[in-house]
């Protein structure tokens, strides 16, 4: 067995191409500690079988996997893959062209199952290039791992089980080679095809590290670090070197793309240090997410999320009554709904919704919102953005909200949320102003302080 062992994880910019696959080949052959390889689909492949829910066009969803093939069919050629890898590939792509013979629309279910082909693939491709240099790696088929609840589209997963199967199926091997598996996707305790939600890949390589005892598990993307803001908004974002848990755990939850939400969880939980490079540079330097640092600055960096919903209710039953919260928070948990942020008056609740979230527009129905009328006079507010401010003691330092709001004075901000944590303040503005926003902030809290 190696000394350590370190899982890395690859997204989908990371292994777009031949060449962009090479340089993660690059990345794993300099280091043995690296021994669970978990890479995402290529680039854009998931959206592209996403829209396979969006016809029933037999041609259209043709169209569709001719685009797939291509893409990586080229790959094939381009990394003079060994006939071997091309039989592979050959397999995964016949499978993907029968399932898509069928004029029937998909439910959520058969959507799962589509979406698995995008990591499949590239996984397929991957392990040949890996084989082909030299490195003694094993495909494994995620599925058979990552176990998961039914719920399709954003599976939760099943930490014991996932322990005993990494246990009794990936330990053994890992004595002698590698492995490379497939994020995103899992299945549930039929065998049936599940994923872990958008973005799930990081997800996946936090639950195989936790499960493995892992001593770091390294996401490697298409940004050199995570950075004070997405430095696609903001060009003066700077990159982060270090960061805890609870700062990156906080800025993955209020939106920056870079981290699946619930990666930090199983880090957590393990005490696995995480580290986020550059796959396309990879000797910059990245960022460190540990459990504890000295440095803790009141405002670690900004992020944004898009498509959020604030609905407000307000009834006079509240007023001096017991239960009404409860009977709104019912509702809400009868249509699968889950709340953000919330604040509270005498007589009405406002409360926000990630209608970023896959299937979260379904979810916030009419039959909903005819639900809350019996209760309360129901207000709703879409297009908004909520912006988080994510740092330490923001619960018990003066001088953040005079400057922000000084800042902000020309800008509606529909609800603020301070003091629940002490790891950030977030405030919901319209969506088309929110850039404008975090750009202001950072160069305030952020820029001017580094300067
Ligand atoms: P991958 O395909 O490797 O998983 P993602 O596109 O999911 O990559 O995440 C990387 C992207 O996250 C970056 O290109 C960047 O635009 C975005 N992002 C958002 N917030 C941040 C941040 N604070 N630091 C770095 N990147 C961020
Ligand atoms: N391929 C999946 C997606 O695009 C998972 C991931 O890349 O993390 O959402
Ligand atoms: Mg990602």
Known sequence: MPDLIKVAKFGGTSVADAEAMKRCASIIEVDRDKRVIVVS???????????????????????????????HLEILNNLNSPKETGNNLQIVLNELREKITTSEPYDIR????????????????????????????????ARDIIKTDSEFGHAEPLVDLIRKKVTDQLVPKLKTKRVVTQGFIGSDKNGTTTTLGRGGSDYSAALLAEALDADVLEIWTD????????????????????????????????GAKVLHPATLKPA????????????????????WIVKNITQKPIIRAISLRPEQTLITVHSLDMLHRHGFLAKLFQIL??????????TTSEVSVSLTIDT?????????????LLELEKIAHVKVERELALIALVGNNLD????????????????????????????????????????????????????????
Do not use: W
């Not at 240090?273 to 990879?282: D, E, F, L």
């Not at 948990?333 to 919330?342: K, Q």
């Open 41 to 71: 689909a290529t680039s854009g492949t998931t959206n592209l079988l996403s829209s396979l829910s969006e016809t029933e066009d037999p041609s259209e969803r043709l169209a569709v996997y001719r685009q797939i093939e291509q893409k």
């Open 110 to 141: 058969a959507m799962d199952e589509l979406l698995s082909f995008g990591e499949r693939l590239s996984s397929t491709l991957f392990t040949g290039l890996l084989n082909d240099k030299g490195i003694d790696a094993e495909f494994i088929d």
């Open 223 to 254: 940004v050199n670090a995570i950075y004070s803001t997405d430095p696609r908004i903001c060009p003066e974002a700077i990159p982060i070197t270090e960061m805890t848990f609870d700062e990156a755990a906080e800025l993955s939850f209020f």
């Open 268 to 287: 957590i939980r393990k005490n696995i240090k995480v580290y986020v490079g550059s796959s396309i540079h990879p000797n910059q330097p990245g960022t």
């Open 333 to 342: 948990a009868d249509f699968n709904i889950s709340v953000d942020l919330v």
């Open 356 to 368: 970023n979230q896959k299937g979260m527009h379904k979810r916030l129905s009419p039959e909903m």
């Open 396 to 451: 018990s330092t003066a001088g953040v909200s005079g400057p922000l709001f000084n800042l902000l004075d020309s800008i509606n901000i529909r609800m603020i949320c301070h003091g629940a944590s002490s790891h950030n303040l977030c405030f919901l503005v319209n969506e088309s102003e929110a850039t404008g926003v975090v750009r202001k902030l950072h160069e305030h809290f952020i820029s001017k302080k580094v300067s």
